[in-house]
């Protein structure tokens, strides 16, 4: 992306609730599951707006939290959401490949992609307390995609199924604990005040360059209602071996 296109991108993006599929119950599914609670340290990696911040702060209200993005308006925001968590929950602009310190869970909506997922894993296995685990979400087929699916995933040509996920899962060294998969209205929760800011944006903007964002967006949301029974995200906890 040039910077110009960027900035239209953020224009568009900016201020969402979140920046991709996911809703509170996945979290509280994944808290509950590990069997997590007191004052625990949690990294939130690639926090984008702070949406699962949010979350992770109200659902665990003794845990130490470090949230970090490399988008500095997504960051903003973020800082301004979990302000009214005092000091035990910090929002950093940063990169998730420098978690600055020891976890008992890493949670990761949407972003690990960015690293790899193994090589990501690998990286944060120095960045697990003993007992500790990895909670990350990432895109999957759950069958033979049809053409709009296919174009939906077109800019991410490394999806693959579950069992493809857990392959990378194992090479990092790490085990899956459990699994569910993110689809249908967790991706509402993302797309309603997307389409919404796009609406809004249709009466008020005369840039070009972000009429072209506009339109790239509108047709993501499209392609997703087109084929929002096949497009999933899979929500996979993980531990080191
Ligand atoms: C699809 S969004 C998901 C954000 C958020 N977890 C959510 O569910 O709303 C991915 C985020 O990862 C961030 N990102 C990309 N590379 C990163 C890195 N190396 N370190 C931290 N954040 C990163 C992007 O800025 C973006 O906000």
Redesign the pocket.
């Known amino acids: 992306m040039t910077p110009e296109q960027w900035s239209a991108f953020l224009e568009v993006h900016k201020d969402?609730?979140?920046?991709?599929?996911?809703a509170p119950e996945d979290v509280h599914w994944a808290l509950g599951r590990i069997g997590m609670s007191g004052a625990v340290d949690v990294f939130?990696?690639?926090?984008?707006?702070?949406?699962?911040t949010v979350t992770l702060a109200q659902a665990l209200p003794e845990a130490r939290i470090r949230a970090?993005?490399?988008?500095e308006p997504?960051v903003a925001h973020a800082q301004a959401r979990l302000a009214p968590f005092g000091d035990r929950v910090r929002v950093e602009l940063?990169?998730?490949?420098e978690p600055g310190g020891t976890y008992d869970l890493i949670?990761?909506?949407?972003?690990l992609y960015?690293?790899g997922v193994t090589e990501g894993l690998t990286l944060w296995r120095d960045a697990l307390k003993p007992g500790g685990h990895v909670a990350f979400?990432e895109p999957v087929a759950l069958g033979p995609l049809s053409t709009d699916a296919t174009a939906f995933w077109e800019e991410y040509p490394q999806i693959t199924d579950l069992a493809g996920i857990e392959a990378r899962v194992s090479a990092a060294g790490y085990r899956v604990l459990d699994h569910r998969m993110i689809v249908g209205a967790p991706w509402l929760a993302?797309y309603d005040p997307m389409q919404a800011r796009i609406d809004h944006l249709h009466t008020i903007n005369t840039d070009p360059a972000v009429t072209e964002a506009m339109g790239a967006c509108q047709r993501e949301i499209d392609l997703w209602h087109a084929a929002k029974d096949e497009i999933a995200y899979a929500l996979l906890i993980v531990a080191p071996e």
């Open positions: 969402l609730p979140r920046e991709g599929p996911g939130d990696a690639g926090c984008a707006t702070g949406g699962d970090v993005d490399t988008t997504f940063g990169s998730m490949a949670w990761c909506a949407g972003a960015f690293l979400s993302y």
